[in-house]
């Protein structure tokens, strides 16, 4: 997941690597938990939205899949109903729980990476990140402006079964 992330978009930065590997493990637990608030901020997105990367349908975060980051334009593109996307969003929100154990594993993977010489994140600014993040209990983050301005993320965190259509 890392490595892939980190090819797809080299301008990464520590907080878009944290928050990668945050949903990951935590899913979308600080997202919305009112639901007139996320298909507002949805409706919002998809509108403002425009062009972005040749992002895939889906991408499974955690290693068994049971975490997507859903992105918005192929999710479009595919005819796939934004309800659909909103009810399996708020669910995730509401009844998904991830773990911050996970999510310090996940980073100990990243340091690894880093001292193999993947990815342009140096394993110092990792360790110290994941280390303030830890203080604060792990908060989620926004993404860098970098990432932002370069690959305009516009996706979903769900959980896979909350997704599949019934």
Same mark, same amino acid.
């Given at each position: 997941? =890392?490595?892939?992330?980190? !090819? @797809?978009?080299?301008?990464?930065?520590?907080?878009?690597?944290?928050? &990668? *590997?945050?949903?990951?493990?935590?899913?979308?637990?600080?997202?919305?938990?009112?639901?007139?608030?996320?298909?507002?901020?949805?409706?919002?997105?998809l509108a403002e939205m425009g062009d972005g990367p040749d992002d895939p349908l889906m991408d499974p975060l955690p290693p068994?899949?049971? =975490?997507?980051?859903?992105? !918005? @334009?192929?999710?479009?593109?595919?005819?796939?109903?934004?309800?659909? &996307? *909103?009810?399996?969003?708020?669910?995730?929100?509401?009844?998904?729980?991830?773990?911050?154990?996970?999510?310090?594993?996940?980073?100990?993977?990243?340091?690894?990476?880093?001292?193999?010489?993947?990815?342009?994140?140096?394993?110092?600014?990792?360790?110290?990140?994941?280390?303030?993040?830890?203080?604060?209990?792990?908060?989620?983050?926004?993404?860098?402006?970098?990432?932002?301005? &370069?690959?305009?993320?516009?996706?979903?965190?769900?959980?896979?079964?909350?997704?599949?259509?019934?």
């Amino acid at each position: 997941m =890392i490595k892939a992330h980190l !090819l @797809r978009y080299p301008q990464m930065q520590i907080a878009d690597l944290y928050k &990668l *590997l945050h949903q990951a493990a935590l899913g979308s637990e600080h997202a919305f938990r009112d639901e007139q608030t996320a298909r507002d901020w949805l409706e919002h997105e998809l509108a403002e939205m425009g062009d972005g990367p040749d992002d895939p349908l889906m991408d499974p975060l955690p290693p068994d899949g049971q =975490i997507l980051r859903v992105h !918005l @334009r192929p999710y479009l593109l595919a005819g796939k109903n934004p309800e659909t &996307l *909103l009810r399996a969003f708020f669910q995730t929100a509401n009844e998904w729980r991830g773990s911050p154990e996970k999510l310090k594993e996940y980073g100990a993977g990243a340091v690894r990476l880093a001292q193999a010489g993947t990815g342009s994140i140096r394993q110092e600014e990792i360790e110290a990140f994941f280390a303030k993040m830890e203080e604060q209990d792990f908060p989620a983050v926004h993404h860098s402006e970098i990432y932002e301005r &370069l690959y305009r993320p516009a996706y979903r965190v769900v959980a896979r079964q909350f997704l599949e259509e019934k």
